[in-house]
């Protein structure tokens, strides 16, 4: 074991045994040719043997399928080379340009590769396997797929080789500088790093920090209307990225918006964890940082009950929450919304692809004494779940063609990332991805009671995302069988981040609801009795927010309260933290644990 990051985890293996016999069929001129094929096409039964070694034993392949892909595959070969330099670019946006147009010998690269892609593909698919091991398959495939696409490389892009010629090589000295920044950085630059700052052109709403922890600022916003409803509003957003996705711009803020809707915002700012919290635990962070901010915010509104919303793994830290208080008997939230969450974790998506048993325990093995898992470690991982979008793209605009990526908010925040403490990540893998317990009543103990999703009988709103690779949307639908209380499911257009961030200001998308209170076993099933809306999902969620508010109040004139005084202006210090200054942390600071009342 090398770091104790990669290493032990079965698939991983697989996939670095088969790789080294990719490399060797994607060698200049880029298929290898081989005996008993035509010059420039792979062989077949190379292929065949590496798929037969991903397993790490012999898969069975259903011979007759086999054979009609080969049948397939070379008919279509001899087509494609009987088209020689009248091949067209394929319909890719990789190939799009007019150099690949203009170029016989690139253009008949690109459809080439694209055939081998879809074979391989096929040949994937064919493998009679169980259903996790053919989508290791699935995903390992096309991670190669898209990792050895020519337009990745100087030797076969054509439009790389253009802007060279057309630049003088100066696009080639620039791409070098992109490179050395960006290993300097530690990752590929997706946005201008200096184009953006915390504080001064993303997350500006006005408010400031009411309270600190060892774990998380509370932020309270500035109203912005003359009168608020009664019972304050909290928004947990998730621990693995920082909260200001939700406060990006002050046309796209999520925050701003419920402030313009008259409600008394906090938010938890989540603390980059560093020395201080590597002894940190999934209990910890309930109890006191989840249920630490309700009461804090309760006493802060003067309300019995607040209402309250969970964003990704924070929906999930804050289901936990009202689990434990309804365990205890504690009533401290009027309602909830879920924002792609998952509590039941029956359908996680692609990211199943990582999760094992031996991945797990190497996981709790690594981190039994403490420690953080690198922020830069979980972006990476993110990233590579959709790696032409967020890897190759830049790797050919940065590198080969010496682009400087344009200034965009979002993927600036993609790329300021956040440590996680090693107990509180191994015990989520264990007991949510792998075992999946938190929607089985009384499996978990947490913060010492026994948690129960169906106690929580308050009113939920439950959204998810059309095209979710992380919470899919039939992972964030599952939440309705879990909870006690009523509900309202909406599904919105767009992917984990886009869809949930879409202003109501620019009418964008759409989302959908389905007849109230009906809620089928099968997501499939909701989809097809659902009615389609044009715009945000905001405008939908804010009436019935609204309805859970109570009367309206005046608008408070200070910030805080008299225990709880102003600290600092929002967005505070905690989010200015980058993960690998708190990742050094380490170097200096003994592993001591958090000082904790979870378990009270």
């Known amino acids: 074991m090398a770091d104790g990051r990669t290493e032990g985890a079965p698939w991983l293996a697989w996939a670095r045994q088969a790789l080294q016999q990719w490399s060797q069929l994607t060698q200049p001129p880029w298929w290898t040719p081989a005996a008993g094929t035509a010059a420039g096409l792979p062989d077949l039964n190379a292929l065949t043997q590496m798929l037969r070694s991903l397993g790490g034993q012999p898969l069975q392949l259903d011979a007759a399928q086999w054979l009609q892909i080969q049948q397939d595959y070379m008919r279509e070969a001899a087509e494609l080379w009987q088209q020689g330099a009248q091949v067209q670019p394929p319909p890719d946006k990789r190939f799009a340009g007019e150099a690949w147009a203009r170029n016989p010998v690139a253009a008949f690269q690109a459809a080439l590769y694209l055939l081998n892609a879809r074979t391989l593909m096929r040949m994937a698919e064919a493998v009679q396997a169980d259903a996790k091991t053919k989508a290791r398959i699935r995903f390992a495939v096309q991670q190669w797929i898209d990792a050895t696409a020519p337009s990745n490389f100087l030797a076969f892009n054509a439009e790389a080789q253009q802007k060279a010629i057309e630049t003088r090589g100066e696009s080639l000295a620039r791409g070098v500088q992109n490179l050395l920044q960006d290993l300097q950085r530690g990752q590929v630059s997706m946005t201008d790093p200096d184009a953006f700052e915390v504080g001064r052109n993303v997350a500006t709403t006005e408010g400031q920090v009411v309270f600190e922890n060892a774990l998380f600022q509370l932020i309270e916003y500035k109203p912005l209307t003359a009168k608020v409803h009664e019972r304050p509003f909290l928004v947990v957003p998730p621990c693995i990225n920082k909260y200001y996705i939700l406060d990006l711009q002050p046309d796209n803020s999520f925050l701003r918006f419920a402030v313009e809707q008259g409600h008394r915002t906090f938010v938890i700012s989540w603390r980059n964890p560093d020395a201080t919290l590597a002894q940190a635990t999934w209990d910890d962070y309930i109890g006191d940082a989840v249920i630490r901010a309700i009461d804090v915010v309760r006493e802060i509104g003067k309300a019995d009950t607040i209402n309250a919303l969970g964003f990704c793994v924070g ?211 909701w989809i097809a009795a659902a009615t389609e809306h044009k715009g945000s999902w905001w405008t939908d969620w804010a009436p019935w927010i609204a309805a859970h508010g109570g009367r309206q109040i005046p608008a408070p004139r200070s910030y805080g309260n008299r225990r709880y005084r102003p600290i600092e202006p929002a967005p505070g210090r905690y989010v200015r933290v980058k993960a690998d200054e708190a990742l050094a942390t380490l170097v200096t600071t003994p592993l001591t644990p958090v000082t904790s009342a979870a378990k009270g």
């Not at 209380?485 to 998308?509: D, E, L, Q, T, Y």
Request: net charge negative; proline share 7%.
């Open 315 to 525: 929906g999930t830290m804050l289901g936990t929450a009202l689990a434990v208080l309804a365990a205890r008997g504690q009533r401290k939230v009027e309602s909830v919304t879920f924002l792609t969450t998952l509590l039941d974790f029956t359908d996680t998506g692609v990211l199943d692809v990582f999760i094992d048993e031996a991945f797990v325990a190497l996981r709790e093995l690594q981190y039994a004494h403490g420690g953080l898992l690198p922020g830069r470690d979980l972006a990476t991982t993110f990233s590579f779940l959709r790696p032409n979008d967020l890897v190759w793209n830049y790797v050919v605009g940065n590198y080969l063609k010496g682009e400087t990526p344009p200034p965009f908010d979002l993927l600036y925040w993609n790329s300021d990332s956040t440590n996680l403490p090693g107990k509180w990540y191994a015990w989520y893998l264990r007991h949510t991805y792998l075992q999946n317990e938190l929607c089985q009543p009384g499996k978990l103990t947490v913060c010492g009671v026994p948690v129960d999703l169906g106690a929580i009988d308050i009113p939920a709103y439950v959204y998810g995302s059309r095209e979710d690779h992380i919470v899919p949307i039939g992972g964030a639908y599952a939440t309705t069988r879990h909870l006690g209380g009523p509900m309202r499911f909406v599904m919105g257009a767009s992917g984990h981040i886009a869809g949930v961030i879409n202003p109501a200001s620019k009418g964008k998308r759409s989302f959908w609801t389905g007849p109230e209170g009906h809620f089928p076993e099968s997501v499939d099933d």
